[in-house]
């Protein structure tokens, strides 16, 4: 079975430049979430999608950050304009209805120059 | 709002040595608890889930305990080996959206 699939892996960008990153989920699991996490800190939820509906996004800074899941199955994160403060890696994890256990995938390490 | 602990914040240990990584959690009220690890530039492992009604949880060399009264989990690891060298991330599930809150991670270096 395939893991969670994020790209880039790496990213390098200055600030007020645009970026998006791309989440593909484990196939079957209708929960994406999409978490934030700095240097030597844990993930902090952004963003969590039941299918194609976001039925969390208290923590996702609305005025640069948006999100979508089309389908319900791939999901894309874009920044609009970067700050060099939006430098971290920006983590995809998908779950399965009713069991709750996260798969997350590799990440992408943004950098705002 | 849930804040989770873990300590202690790094730890070097000889390979072979047993050793506990401990994570605490100030809302008791969880539906679950996930034990992760992390390596360098890499996204995160789940290595055990551990239900609300269960006190433990194994995984070959790995045990995990949870205290839930208490709002403690710890994770054992037996006969330490190098490539268990990584950061463990413990992370309770609670609110009713079952969100995750992190802990800031264990370092875990097993020196050959």
């Known amino acids: 079975e395939a893991g969670v699939v994020q790209s880039p892996r790496y990213k390098i960008i200055e600030k007020k430049q645009p970026v998006a990153f791309w989440c593909n989920p484990i196939?079957?699991?209708?929960?994406l979430y999409w978490y934030l996490q700095n240097l030597g800190q844990g993930p902090e939820l952004l963003i969590r999608?039941?299918?194609?509906?976001?039925?969390?996004d208290s923590q996702l800074p609305k005025d640069r950050f948006s999100a979508e899941r089309l389908k319900g199955v791939d999901s894309t994160l874009k920044i609009q304009p970067a700050e060099l403060g939006d430098s971290a890696v920006y983590l995809c994890?998908?779950?399965?209805?009713?069991?709750?256990?996260?798969?997350f995938g590799p990440g992408t390490r943004l950098t705002v120059l | 709002k849930q804040e989770v602990t873990q300590i202690p914040a790094a730890l070097s240990v000889p390979e072979g040595e047993n050793l506990v990584l401990n994570c605490s959690f100030t809302?008791?009220?969880?539906?679950?608890l996930q034990w992760f690890r992390q390596d360098p530039g890499k996204g995160l492992t789940s290595l055990l889930l551990?239900?609300?009604?269960?006190r433990e949880q194994t995984s070959g060399r790995l045990n995990a305990s949870l205290d839930k009264s208490s709002g403690r989990s710890t994770l054992y690891i037996a006969a330490s080996q190098p490539g268990d060298s990584a950061t463990y991330l413990c992370?309770?599930?609670?609110?009713?959206?079952?969100?995750?809150?992190f802990g800031s991670g264990t370092q875990l270096t097993v020196l050959p």
């Open positions: 994890a998908s779950s399965h209805r009713g069991r709750n256990e996260q798969f």
């Open positions: 196939s079957g699991h209708n929960t």
């Open positions: 999608y039941e299918n194609e509906e976001a039925v969390d």
């Open positions: 809302d008791s009220a969880i539906y679950n």
């Open positions: 551990i239900q609300s009604s269960q």
């Open positions: 992370a309770p599930a609670s609110g009713s959206a079952r969100q995750l809150t």
